[in-house]
């Protein structure tokens, strides 16, 4: 099938979903869960040709965990498409509802964006996430996911629309582009007459690309340049247990913490510590003059350090003499993504989340809870980075619009 008939039938199903009502897509919705479990061993299967081909190519192991599937993911997946049914649908909301001196009627009315169309790198566990969002907000979707997942990601859709299938819901609600040509994802940034909006998951190069080709309106989840900043009054026990789980509890993912900023006065003590927590942990970490003074261990950090996003056993760590050089610093050379201080004093942290211009700021936790499902979403569509219409991880409103509906009584403009 190509992409234009792809593209017509994920209008009709658009159409068909809008029309759907919250106990039919909650069935659809149980239905495909269910057959992901019975479909594990299908799904584990063709994952692990994935893996091999991954290994054989040197994929990092950082990227490997992101294109991994256990029995305990794939359960994971389905417990997601369960929790997401178990959610207040937003499709139909009466936002707001006035009465001109005229008469007429005016109200806002929550709505779904129509087509969605996901390009995405090798994360098969997005396939169950964004068909789950999209289709319960009643939004027919166009995948396109890595090379490096598609054997894993046609076992996936495979079973979901086995599900819906089952339930009597149109299977074209969810489809997957199979054709790993760099030419097709072009084309589909350019269907405008069928694609209401892309959103683009993976690194730095992927996002670019679609923001800088598409004719479709991007949603842009960004990179996750994500810092921790210890002030001179943490706690340091909280701060080393915030880093170690921020950096080394899954590497690869985009809310993972990836540079540090140090308060001068704290850091004798607890640069040592800190160091030898994460040696055991085979980080490699990257400072300025002044940290490497302290811990000759440390690597010499370079201006580029400062902006990366590793997705590997690497961190770099800056010191500083205050905490408005702290919020320079970060804001400077983060990405929009996630930041977090650690901190006693309720001044400083009223500032930090005040000052620092990202999608989620926090206070003494760990940037590893910026995600759809920890924030009470179910699943994401992804952690939008940029300011217009969705900010931070993307549950079911972000993947909503809205309409006015008026009711009049024979008014007419005078």
């Not at 890595?146 to 629309?161: D, F, P």
């Not at 909006?197 to 340049?225: D, H, Q």
């Not at 004093?345 to 926090?362: K, M």
Request: aromatic share 6%; glycine share 8%.
């Amino acid at each position: 099938m190509n992409l234009t008939e792809m593209g017509i039938n994920a209008k009709k199903a658009a159409m068909y979903l809008s029309q759907l009502g919250v106990t039919r897509k909650n069935e659809g919705l149980a239905a495909a869960a269910k057959a992901l479990l019975y479909g594990k061993q299908e799904i584990l299967s063709a994952n692990r040709t994935d893996v091999v081909r991954a290994e054989d190519a040197g994929m990092s192991q950082a990227l490997i965990d992101r294109l991994l599937l256990t029995p305990a993911r794939i359960e994971a997946m389905a417990e997601g498409l369960l929790q997401v049914a178990a959610l207040e649908d937003p499709v139909g909301e009466i936002l707001s509802m006035k009465q001109r001196p005229n008469g007429l009627m005016i109200g806002k009315k929550r709505v779904p964006l129509g087509v969605i169309g996901i390009i995405y790198e090798a994360r098969p566990n997005v396939t169950a996430d964004a068909f789950g969002l999209c289709f319960k907000t009643g939004n027919a979707v166009i995948l396109k996911g890595g090379s490096n997942a598609i054997y894993s990601n046609k076992a996936i859709v495979k079973c979901l629309q086995r599900g819906m299938q089952k339930a009597d819901i149109r299977t074209d609600s969810l489809q997957l582009i199979t054709d790993a040509n760099r030419e097709t994802t072009r084309q589909l940034m350019k269907m405008n007459s069928y694609v209401d909006v892309l959103i683009p998951r993976g690194g730095a190069g992927l996002i670019r690309t679609v923001v800088e080709n598409s004719t479709v309106p991007v949603i842009e989840t960004g990179t996750g340049n994500c810092h921790i900043y210890v002030d001179e009054g943490a706690d340091l026990s909280m701060a080393l247990n915030i880093i170690v789980n921020a950096k080394t509890q899954r590497i690869g993912v985009c809310n993972a913490c990836e540079s540090l900023v140090i308060h001068q006065a704290v850091a004798e003590s607890f640069l040592p510590v800190l160091w030898s927590a994460l040696k055991d942990k085979q980080v490699e970490v990257r400072a300025d003059e002044r940290a490497c003074r302290l811990v000759p261990e440390f690597q010499r950090a370079s201006e580029e350090d400062w902006e990366t996003e590793y997705l590997d056993y690497i961190v770099s760590l800056k010191t500083v003499d205050s905490l408005d050089e702290a919020i320079a610093h970060i804001n400077r050379y983060n990405t929009g993504h996630s930041e977090s201080i650690i901190t006693k004093d309720y001044e400083h942290a009223q500032r930090f989340l005040n000052e620092i211009d990202a999608a989620a700021v926090y206070v003494n936790a760990s940037t590893r809870f910026t995600d759809g499902n920890e924030f009470g979403f179910g699943a994401e569509i992804g952690i939008s980075t940029q300011k217009l219409h969705a900010r931070g991880p993307m549950g079911l409103e972000a993947l909503t619009t809205t309409k006015y509906i008026i009711y009049g009584n024979g008014q007419i403009r005078q």
